[in-house]
Every structure is written in C-alpha cells, then in structure tokens.
C-alpha cells in the first residue's frame, strides 16, 4: 500500500509550536519531492512548503521563518515544524507526493498521493 499519514495536530495559543509528522509506506519519501499544504475553510488548499530529492525547500511567503520542512530517511517520515503559530495559520494540513517525482510544483494538482490530514487551531 501506497499511504501517507499525519499526526501532530492540535490546539495552542498564538505563539506556540507545534511538530507534524507524516509516516510514508509503500515508496521511499527520499526519493520523491513532499510536500505540505493546508487549507482553511472556504479558502483554496495551498502549499505552505516543499522538500526535493536533492534537499532544495520552498516555504510560501506567509510562513517563512517560522516553518522548517525537513525528513528522517532511516524512519521514512516527513516532518513540518511550525513556530510562532498565529491564528492564520489555523487549517487542515496535508502532506503529499509529487507526480512528478524530485520535482516540486506549487499546485495540488501535481501531487498524487495524499494523507488524511491533521487538523490544527491557533487561538489568540
């Protein structure tokens, strides 16, 4: 089985932290570029950072500085570690695996296997 599971979420206040994980079976995430997206509700899903084989991270503008995408290749996860969290940043978070294989596009479209999601709630 090709699978993608999150865990991590929560509730904090603003201005806490908060580590999501996201164990892969099925594929070796080493070898493919993942991805995070989030999506709020009656907004667009959008990605909030990426990781590519090569070790290149793309963060979206919003969270840069405070987010760090990284992966532990002998435990096969991928991992999104959020500081600073504001209210914005409340959503359901996914993490994903690109179509395209080290290649990382901005789009959802271009990913092509998904987790569940975990939700997470930043109160002021």
């Known amino acids: 089985q090709v699978q993608l599971v999150e865990s991590g979420g929560g509730s904090v206040q603003a201005g806490g932290s908060l580590r999501l994980s996201c164990a892969a079976s099925?594929?070796?995430?080493?070898?493919?570029?993942m991805g995070w997206f989030r999506q709020a509700p009656g907004k667009e899903r959008e990605r909030v950072a990426s990781?590519?084989?090569?070790?290149?991270?793309t963060s979206a503008e919003s969270v840069k500085g405070r987010f760090t995408i990284s992966r532990d290749s002998a435990k096969n996860t991928l991992y999104l570690q959020m500081n600073s969290l504001k209210p914005d940043d409340t959503a359901m978070y996914y993490c994903?695996?690109?179509?395209?294989?080290?290649?990382?596009?901005?789009?959802?479209?271009?990913?092509?296997?998904w987790g569940q999601g975990t939700q997470v709630t930043v109160s002021s």
């Open positions: 099925g594929f070796t995430v080493h070898s493919y570029c």
């Open positions: 994903a695996r690109s179509a395209w294989g080290g290649l990382c596009f901005p789009g959802p479209s271009t990913y092509d296997v």
């Open positions: 990781l590519g084989t090569e070790g290149t991270t």
